[in-house]
Protein backbone atom coordinates (compact mmCIF):
# COMPACT_ATOMS: atom_id res chain seq x y z
CA UNK A 1 0.00 0.00 0.00
CA UNK A 2 0.88 3.53 -0.89
CA UNK A 3 1.21 5.98 2.09
CA UNK A 4 2.19 9.61 2.36
CA UNK A 5 3.86 11.57 5.71
CA UNK A 6 3.33 15.02 6.18
CA UNK A 7 5.65 15.54 9.63
CA UNK A 8 4.47 19.10 10.26
CA UNK A 9 0.87 19.83 11.04
CA UNK A 10 2.02 23.97 10.69
CA UNK A 11 4.46 25.45 9.32
CA UNK A 12 5.48 29.16 10.00
CA UNK A 13 8.06 31.46 7.83
CA UNK A 14 8.61 35.21 7.92
CA UNK A 15 7.81 36.87 4.89
CA UNK A 16 10.35 37.24 2.51
CA UNK A 17 12.71 34.45 4.12
CA UNK A 18 12.76 30.46 2.79
CA UNK A 19 10.48 27.79 4.31
CA UNK A 20 10.68 23.71 3.51
CA UNK A 21 8.07 21.80 3.75
CA UNK A 22 8.67 18.02 4.38
CA UNK A 23 6.87 14.83 3.19
CA UNK A 24 7.80 10.97 3.08
CA UNK A 25 6.19 8.63 1.05
CA UNK A 26 6.48 4.72 0.71
CA UNK A 27 5.10 2.78 -2.53
CA UNK A 28 6.50 -0.70 -4.00
CA UNK A 29 6.12 0.96 -7.54
CA UNK A 30 9.71 1.83 -9.38
CA UNK A 31 7.21 4.20 -11.79
CA UNK A 32 5.65 7.31 -10.19
CA UNK A 33 4.88 10.93 -9.92
CA UNK A 34 4.96 13.46 -7.09
CA UNK A 35 3.08 16.11 -6.37
CA UNK A 36 2.64 19.43 -4.50
CA UNK A 37 -0.45 21.10 -4.03
CA UNK A 38 -1.41 24.23 -2.13
CA UNK A 39 -4.95 24.48 -1.11
CA UNK A 40 -6.02 28.27 0.02
CA UNK A 41 -8.69 28.48 2.68
CA UNK A 42 -12.45 28.06 1.39
CA UNK A 43 -10.48 27.80 -2.16
CA UNK A 44 -9.36 25.15 -4.88
CA UNK A 45 -6.52 22.91 -5.11
CA UNK A 46 -3.72 24.25 -6.52
CA UNK A 47 -0.95 22.40 -8.36
CA UNK A 48 2.37 23.85 -7.39
CA UNK A 49 4.71 21.39 -8.50
CA UNK A 50 5.06 17.93 -10.10
CA UNK A 51 8.05 15.43 -10.24
CA UNK A 52 8.65 12.42 -12.45
CA UNK A 53 10.00 9.41 -10.08
CA UNK A 54 12.41 8.51 -13.07
CA UNK A 55 13.94 12.06 -13.66
CA UNK A 56 16.53 12.59 -11.14
CA UNK A 57 16.70 16.08 -12.03
CA UNK A 58 14.97 18.35 -8.83
CA UNK A 59 11.75 19.89 -10.63
CA UNK A 60 12.04 23.79 -10.22
CA UNK A 61 8.98 26.58 -10.85
CA UNK A 62 9.82 29.94 -10.03
CA UNK A 63 9.96 30.04 -6.20
CA UNK A 64 9.49 26.86 -5.60
CA UNK A 65 11.97 23.65 -5.69
CA UNK A 66 11.75 20.03 -4.65
CA UNK A 67 14.42 18.18 -2.94
CA UNK A 68 13.51 14.45 -4.64
CA UNK A 69 15.59 11.62 -2.37
CA UNK A 70 14.26 8.62 -4.18
CA UNK A 71 16.39 5.84 -2.31
CA UNK A 72 15.60 7.79 0.79
CA UNK A 73 11.76 8.08 -0.15
CA UNK A 74 11.73 11.89 0.36
CA UNK A 75 10.33 14.85 -1.36
CA UNK A 76 10.50 18.28 0.30
CA UNK A 77 9.17 21.54 -0.95
CA UNK A 78 11.52 24.63 -0.93
CA UNK A 79 9.39 28.36 -0.88
CA UNK A 80 12.03 30.73 -1.46
CA UNK A 81 11.27 34.46 -0.64
CA UNK A 82 8.20 33.37 0.81
CA UNK A 83 5.05 36.01 -0.01
CA UNK A 84 1.80 36.79 2.20
CA UNK A 85 -0.24 34.76 -0.96
CA UNK A 86 1.88 31.54 -0.24
CA UNK A 87 -0.06 31.32 3.58
CA UNK A 88 -1.99 27.67 2.72
CA UNK A 89 -2.29 23.92 3.20
CA UNK A 90 0.03 22.31 1.25
CA UNK A 91 -0.62 18.68 0.05
CA UNK A 92 1.57 16.18 -0.68
CA UNK A 93 0.35 13.65 -3.11
CA UNK A 94 1.89 10.54 -4.76
CA UNK A 95 0.74 8.17 -7.69
CA UNK A 96 1.84 5.42 -9.20
CA UNK A 97 -2.10 3.60 -9.65
CA UNK A 98 -3.99 5.79 -7.43
CA UNK A 99 -3.21 9.63 -6.08
CA UNK A 100 -2.45 9.52 -2.23
CA UNK A 101 -2.12 12.33 -0.22
CA UNK A 102 -0.49 13.62 2.51
CA UNK A 103 -2.43 14.98 5.78
CA UNK A 104 -1.07 18.54 5.07
CA UNK A 105 0.96 21.18 6.58
CA UNK A 106 -0.59 24.23 7.06
CA UNK A 107 1.93 27.34 6.38
CA UNK A 108 1.54 31.07 8.13
CA UNK A 109 3.48 33.78 6.16
CA UNK A 110 4.74 36.15 8.80
CA UNK A 111 4.73 39.81 8.08
CA UNK B 1 -12.88 26.17 -21.00
CA UNK B 2 -12.69 27.95 -17.24
CA UNK B 3 -11.55 25.00 -15.27
CA UNK B 4 -13.42 22.36 -13.43
CA UNK B 5 -16.65 23.71 -12.48
CA UNK B 6 -18.54 22.01 -9.68
CA UNK B 7 -22.25 22.71 -8.61
CA UNK B 8 -23.34 23.17 -6.31
CA UNK B 9 -21.32 24.73 -3.75
CA UNK B 10 -22.82 24.31 -0.75
CA UNK B 11 -25.63 21.63 0.26
CA UNK B 12 -27.09 21.60 3.45
CA UNK B 13 -29.36 18.35 3.72
CA UNK B 14 -31.65 16.82 6.49
CA UNK B 15 -30.18 13.42 7.43
CA UNK B 16 -32.20 10.64 5.26
CA UNK B 17 -32.38 12.54 2.13
CA UNK B 18 -30.92 11.86 -1.19
CA UNK B 19 -28.40 14.94 -2.99
CA UNK B 20 -26.96 15.21 -6.29
CA UNK B 21 -23.78 16.78 -7.06
CA UNK B 22 -22.25 17.56 -10.97
CA UNK B 23 -18.98 18.13 -11.96
CA UNK B 24 -18.12 19.70 -15.35
CA UNK B 25 -14.36 18.71 -16.46
CA UNK B 26 -11.60 20.17 -18.59
CA UNK B 27 -13.60 19.08 -22.12
CA UNK B 28 -9.56 17.58 -23.63
CA UNK B 29 -9.65 15.79 -20.10
CA UNK B 30 -10.63 12.02 -20.49
CA UNK B 31 -10.88 11.06 -16.63
CA UNK B 32 -12.36 12.39 -14.04
CA UNK B 33 -12.33 11.52 -10.44
CA UNK B 34 -14.07 12.06 -7.34
CA UNK B 35 -12.48 12.19 -3.78
CA UNK B 36 -13.91 13.45 -0.40
CA UNK B 37 -11.64 15.81 1.90
CA UNK B 38 -12.71 16.65 5.89
CA UNK B 39 -11.51 19.22 8.17
CA UNK B 40 -7.53 18.63 8.68
CA UNK B 41 -7.02 16.07 5.96
CA UNK B 42 -5.74 15.14 2.60
CA UNK B 43 -8.55 14.40 0.35
CA UNK B 44 -9.87 10.55 -0.45
CA UNK B 45 -10.12 9.12 -3.01
CA UNK B 46 -13.58 7.72 -3.74
CA UNK B 47 -13.51 6.37 -7.25
CA UNK B 48 -12.40 7.86 -10.97
CA UNK B 49 -13.51 7.28 -14.64
CA UNK B 50 -11.68 7.22 -17.74
CA UNK B 51 -13.95 8.42 -20.27
CA UNK B 52 -17.56 7.25 -19.67
CA UNK B 53 -15.88 3.57 -17.94
CA UNK B 54 -15.81 4.03 -14.16
CA UNK B 55 -12.36 1.74 -13.45
CA UNK B 56 -12.22 2.41 -9.74
CA UNK B 57 -13.69 2.33 -7.11
CA UNK B 58 -12.85 3.25 -2.94
CA UNK B 59 -13.82 0.68 -0.23
CA UNK B 60 -15.39 4.57 1.10
CA UNK B 61 -17.40 4.41 -1.51
CA UNK B 62 -20.64 2.83 0.04
CA UNK B 63 -23.34 1.13 -1.51
CA UNK B 64 -25.46 4.48 -0.58
CA UNK B 65 -23.33 6.54 -2.61
CA UNK B 66 -23.29 6.02 -6.56
CA UNK B 67 -21.03 8.07 -9.33
CA UNK B 68 -22.35 8.67 -13.37
CA UNK B 69 -20.83 10.00 -16.59
CA UNK B 70 -22.77 9.11 -19.19
CA UNK B 71 -21.12 10.17 -22.18
CA UNK B 72 -17.71 10.85 -20.72
CA UNK B 73 -18.08 14.64 -20.14
CA UNK B 74 -19.82 16.24 -16.79
CA UNK B 75 -20.27 13.49 -13.96
CA UNK B 76 -22.81 13.20 -10.91
CA UNK B 77 -22.17 11.70 -7.48
CA UNK B 78 -25.27 10.66 -6.12
CA UNK B 79 -25.57 9.92 -2.34
CA UNK B 80 -28.48 8.44 -0.64
CA UNK B 81 -29.83 8.80 2.58
CA UNK B 82 -27.55 10.67 3.25
CA UNK B 83 -25.82 10.17 7.11
CA UNK B 84 -24.33 13.29 9.24
CA UNK B 85 -20.70 11.24 8.24
CA UNK B 86 -21.07 12.64 5.09
CA UNK B 87 -20.97 15.95 5.56
CA UNK B 88 -17.27 16.62 3.91
CA UNK B 89 -16.16 18.69 0.96
CA UNK B 90 -16.61 16.87 -2.00
CA UNK B 91 -13.96 17.06 -4.73
CA UNK B 92 -14.07 16.54 -8.61
CA UNK B 93 -10.53 16.90 -10.83
CA UNK B 94 -10.26 16.06 -14.16
CA UNK B 95 -6.68 14.72 -16.18
CA UNK B 96 -5.54 13.64 -18.96
CA UNK B 97 -4.11 9.80 -19.34
CA UNK B 98 -2.38 7.89 -18.93
CA UNK B 99 -0.93 8.87 -15.53
CA UNK B 100 -0.53 11.78 -13.88
CA UNK B 101 -2.63 14.05 -16.35
CA UNK B 102 -0.59 16.34 -18.20
CA UNK B 103 2.70 18.33 -17.36
CA UNK B 104 -0.16 20.27 -15.28
CA UNK B 105 -1.59 17.30 -13.27
CA UNK B 106 -4.64 17.17 -12.13
CA UNK B 107 -7.06 20.24 -12.68
CA UNK B 108 -9.13 20.70 -9.47
CA UNK B 109 -12.83 21.80 -8.98
CA UNK B 110 -13.80 24.23 -5.88
CA UNK B 111 -15.50 21.25 -4.15
CA UNK B 112 -19.10 20.93 -3.14
CA UNK B 113 -19.50 21.50 0.71
CA UNK B 114 -22.16 19.23 1.94
CA UNK B 115 -23.60 19.40 5.65
CA UNK B 116 -25.75 16.84 6.65
CA UNK B 117 -27.76 18.03 9.91
Known amino acids: AQTVTQSQPEMSVQEAETVTLSCTYDTSESDYYLFWYKQPPSRQMILVIRQEAYKQQNATENRFSVNFQKAAKSFSLKISDSQLGDAAMYFCAVESYQLIWGAGTKLIIKP | DTGVSQNPRHKITKRGQNVTFRCDPI?????LYWYRQTLGQGPEFLTY????????KSRLLSDRFSAERPKGSFSTLEIQRTEQGDSAMYLCASSLAPRGGSVYGYTFGSGTRLTVV
Open chain 2, 49 to 56: FQNEAQLE
Open chain 2, 27 to 31: SEHNR
